[in-house]
């Protein structure tokens, strides 16, 4: 007589076993998707700033506070911004201020005017330092536009208070586009770095005419 062999049984999985295995097999694969979208690096780009003084004999006898613009909250992040020559704004998600374009403005104005050796001094509104003017304003672009050209768009309003009087003595516009040489977040960049050196030496040219007309006493 023959003793058939012995075969291991097979367990068959419950349909609800297969779906959980599913499920959890679904929730890594999103995670991993997820990982390699965000190793995408970001880079940031600066604004380059004068750095010594430069003595003048005939230094105006003020001392300058530079505050923060005030602007939208486009301006108050570090994203890049970007646009037509219409409604239409956007940000790019990967290229970066190294700090949000008023802090930008405000530094390359106190570095600027202080570079110039024309005041008396020149610091940001933070400092202990207690200064009579002022200088502040409003930020009204600061972006990529593009269009037949592709320009570094910079528009803002300065404005000079006295703090003795409460006044605001003196204030000038600043609208200009610096041509960018091509499609290229670092041609951008370096034509709105032109861009806001250029906008410093017209502020200062200002503040000086200004200062002329109303020597300090």
Request: aromatic content about 10%; charged content about 25%; some cysteine.
């Amino acid at each position: 007589m023959r003793i058939p062999a012995h075969r291991p049984s097979r367990t068959v999985a419950s349909p609800r076993v297969i779906t959980a295995l599913l499920t959890v097999g679904l929730i890594m694969l999103v995670v991993s998707l997820a990982g390699c979208g965000s190793s995408r690096p970001i880079k940031y780009y600066h604004i380059t700033y004068p750095t010594a003084d430069n003595p003048s004999a005939d230094t105006i006898d003020a001392i300058l506070m530079v505050r923060t613009f005030e602007a939208s909250h486009l301006y108050l992040d570090d994203k890049i911004v970007y646009g037509m020559d219409s409604p239409e704004t956007g940000t790019y998600e990967y290229q970066r201020w190294v700090e949000p374009p008023v802090e930008i403005l405000q530094d390359s104005l106190v570095r600027g005017l202080r570079a110039s050796g024309r005041f008396r001094g020149v610091y940001g509104l933070r400092s202990d330092i207690n200064g009579q003017f002022i200088l502040g304003g409003h930020l009204y672009e600061f972006k990529e536009v593009d269009g037949a050209t592709i320009v570094a768009r910079l528009s803002y309003e300065t404005r000079l208070r006295d703090r003795k009087t409460g006044l605001t003595v003196w204030n000038h516009v600043y609208n200009h586009d610096e041509p960018v040489s091509e499609k290229s977040v670092s041609a951008f960049v370096q034509a709105m770095d032109k861009n806001v050196q250029r906008s410093v030496l017209e502020v200062q040219a200002g503040l000086e005419e200004y200062f002329r007309a109303h020597p300090m006493k």
